[in-house]
């Protein structure tokens, strides 16, 4: 089903006009269909149905309140990165026995903060960070209840940038290692082991490398019980990938039987960690042309959405379908472009290359698959006020975050008492 559709020429989102949230909000903004995030939600609940496992929405991917709420209503947990996200997470709904808290450089405090917050597990990942979270338990007289991160040495067939699962990425305890720190973890007072975590890097379009990483993982989980250890979790991570181009990632119900296949008879109950996959088809990114400029060998259209809005494709290299919100004629013709910002960085592209129908300024684009990895990344970069977020549900919308004014941007910042105040 698609969310993001032509109406009466028009492209709109569920039951609104994009360009009548334009009109209400200014541009650019994002725009996050709510349909379209229940829909990929109840895909996992569906396939996940009679199996011993659960859901733990990987917030990192777009940490909106609204977005975070909608899957916290639905029953989903989270997995977070920082003591931010578990802040919002918290402030969401999601109760805390059901966050999942991941991350390579947890700091005393943060861990400190988790464990009051009463979070329910925490995926360890170093021989230094089962100390130090050791000492922490102690001194507020808990237990707490983790998994160790394993890496793999799984390469998950993806941008350079988003792959984990690698020995030579900084993610986990390489698999050849972990005995011992499992070994190291259950001598510690003040943890529980509880199970084994994997995550193996993101925009996956095969099922192949997650087949190989649990099988290694099956096997440690062997090695582990044999020396001894309870191991009754085991957390496969996210990172399944969606279309944004002509990929074809496998579908949520596919993912999910693979891995109950993979993982059967192992009697461990499974957590899902997605992020991309929940919310990327589900976001748009929707920006008014400033001005086209044509050059000798191609034309620039030069946008009000920028690298700071969206920093993927320069980041990623990640190509993003661009429409023009007006339905073209199906006959229009079409012109080579670059969808370009207004920032003074050559990487200040949304699209390149791209034969779109000639546009021309106040007209509004669409940058398509955009839910995930877009508005968080988003900063304030050239002072342009972070980008706003909007949700549609039905035939309503709502600003899920206001563009900050520049006075409330300017009003943040402090003068040193030393330097003479202006004016
Ligand atoms: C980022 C991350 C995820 C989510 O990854 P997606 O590719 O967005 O699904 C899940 N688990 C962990 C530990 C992560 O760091």
């Given at each position: ?47 996940m149905k009679g199996m ?95 998994t160790i991160r394993v ?44 199970g084994v975590a994997m ?225």
């Open positions: 089903m698609n969310f993001f559709a032509y109406r009466n020429g028009e492209m709109h989102a569920e039951g609104v006009a994009l360009k009548t949230i334009a009109q209400q909000v200014g541009t650019p903004f994002y725009c996050y269909s709510a349909a379209a995030l229940r829909a990929a939600w109840q895909e996992f609940a569906d396939a011993n496992a659960s859901l733990c929405y990987a917030v990192k991917a777009n940490s909106n309140l609204a977005v975070i709420k909608l899957f916290g209503d639905l029953g989903v947990g989270a997995d977070i990165v920082s003591v931010g996200e578990m802040r919002r997470a918290l402030a969401a709904g999601i109760p805390a026995g059901r966050i999942v808290y991941s991350g390579v450089g947890k700091k005393a405090s943060e861990l400190m903060a988790a464990l009051e917050a009463g979070v329910g597990q925490i995926n360890v990942e170093s021989s230094a960070e089962l100390e130090t979270l050791n000492a922490v338990a102690g001194q507020l007289g808990r237990k707490a209840d983790i890496n793999p040495d799984i390469d998950a067939g993806t941008h350079e940038k988003i792959t984990t699962g690698l020995k030579e990425n900084k993610f986990g305890i390489d698999i050849d290692l972990a005995r011992g720190a499992f070994a190291k973890a259950g001598a510690l007072p003040n943890l529980r082991v509880v995550h193996i890097g993101s925009q996956l379009t095969s099922l192949q490398p997650y087949r190989d990483a649990i099988v290694r993982v099956r096997s440690l989980i062997e090695d582990l019980r044999s020396d001894g250890h309870r191991i009754d979790r085991l957390d496969i991570g996210g990172g399944l990938g969606i279309v944004y181009a002509d990929e074809t990632p496998p579908s949520i119900t596919e993912f999910v039987q693979v891995v109950g296949k993979e993982t059967a008879g192992l009697g461990c109950e499974l957590t899902f960690e997605p992020g991309r996959r929940l919310v990327g088809e589900a976001g748009v990114l929707v920006s008014e042309v400033i001005l086209v400029k044509p050059g000798v060998f191609k034309t620039f259209v030069i946008v009000d959405a920028a690298m700071n809005d969206l920093i993927r494709p320069t980041l990623y290299d990640a190509w993003h379908d661009v429409l023009p919100v007006r339905e073209p004629r199906p006959d229009a013709a079409t012109i080579r472009c670059d969808i370009v910002g207004p920032i003074c960085e050559s990487g200040d592209y949304l699209a390149q290359n791209r034969d779109l129908p000639s546009l021309s300024a106040g007209e509004l684009i669409m940058v398509r698959s955009a839910g995930a990895y877009g508005a968080v990344m988003a900063s304030s970069y050239n002072s342009r006020p972070l980008v706003p977020e909007v949700m549609v549900d039905g035939t309503r919308f709502a600003i899920t975050r206001p563009r900050p004014s520049i006075e409330e941007m300017i009003a943040a910042e402090r003068i040193p008492p030393w330097m003479a105040q202006a004016g």
